[in-house]
C-alpha cells in the first residue's frame, strides 16, 4: 500500500527561526496536498501540488513538489506563535492517504 | 457559507456498546469522507463517498463499521459493537468534486471507549 513519512516528527523553534517538513513517498504521485491542524482542531486545507518541480508561496509559507512527484517540503520562514500545530502531507493515488505530520512547537 | 456539521462532539461509551455518528457536508459538495484519527496520528481514510454511491470503503472494518449516505446529502458513521481501540476522533470531510481538490473538516466526534 501506500507509504507516505514525513520527517521530523516533531520540531521545536524559536520564534522567529524557519521551520521545514519533508514528505516522502515510495510511489509517485498525481498530486500532493498540504493541511495544517492546530491543537484540538481539525485539519484545514492549505495547498495542493500537481506539476513536477512546482514550488507554491504563500506568504512566509514555501511548498515545493519534486521533480520526480515522490516528495515535497513545505517552508516557513520566521515562524510566529500562530504556526503551532500539525502539518500534514496528504496523497491521493488508489485511495486518499495521510502522511505522518510532523509537529511544529514555536517558542516565544 | 456553513461550514461541515457534526454532532455529537464527544462520545462516551462502554465496548461492546453501538454507537453512530452524523455529517452533514457543505451544501453542494458531492464527496464525502470520513476518516478516524487516533491521537497522535494522521487522519486515515475509512470510507469515501461520492454522492450517495461508495468509492472506497477498503479501510472500513465491516465487521462492526458501517457507513450510508442515504440521498447523497448527510451521512452516519455506525459502529456496532465498538471496542477499546475505536477510541478516536471521527472526523467528517466534504470536497465539491471527486479524486482532488480541496477537503472541507468538520470539528470531528471525539468517542472514548471504557
Known amino acids: 500500500g501506500q507509504q507516505v513519512m514525513q520527517i521530523p516528527q516533531y520540531q521545536h523553534v524559536q520564534e522567529g527561526e524557519d521551520f521545514t517538513t519533508y514528505c516522502n513517498s515510495s510511489t509517485t504521485l498525481s498530486n500532493i496536498q498540504w493541511y495544517k491542524q492546530r491543537p484540538g482542531g481539525h485539519p484545514v486545507f492549505l495547498i495542493q501540488l500537481v506539476k513536477s518541480g512546482e514550488v507554491k508561496k504563500q506568504k512566509r509559507l514555501t511548498f515545493q513538489f519534486g521533480e520526480a512527484k515522490k516528495n515535497s517540503s513545505l517552508h516557513i520562514t520566521a515562524t510566529q506563535t500562530t504556526d503551532v500545530g500539525t502539518y500534514f502531507c496528504a496523497v491521493t493515488g488508489n485511495q486518499f492517504y495521510f502522511g505522518t505530520g510532523t509537529s511544529l512547537t514555536v517558542i516565544p | 457559507e456553513a461550514g461541515v456539521a457534526q454532532s455529537p462532539r464527544y462520545k462516551i461509551i462502554e465496548k461492546r456498546q453501538s454507537v453512530a455518528f452524523w455529517c452533514n457536508p457543505i451544501?453542494?459538495?458531492?464527496?464525502l469522507y470520513w476518516y478516524q484519527q487516533i491521537l497522535g496520528q494522521g487522519p486515515k481514510l475509512l470510507i469515501q463517498f461520492q454522492n450517495n454511491g461508495v468509492v472506497d470503503d477498503s479501510q472500513l472494518p465491516k465487521d462492526r463499521f458501517s457507513a450510508e449516505r442515504l440521498k447523497g446529502v448527510d451521512s452516519t458513521l455506525k459502529i456496532q459493537p465498538a471496542k477499546l481501540e475505536d477510541s478516536a476522533v471521527y472526523l467528517c470531510a466534504s470536497s465539491l468534486g471527486f479524486g482532488a481538490g480541496e477537503q472541507y473538516f468538520g470539528p470531528g466526534t471525539r468517542l472514548t471507549v471504557t
Open positions: 451544501s453542494g459538495h458531492a464527496t
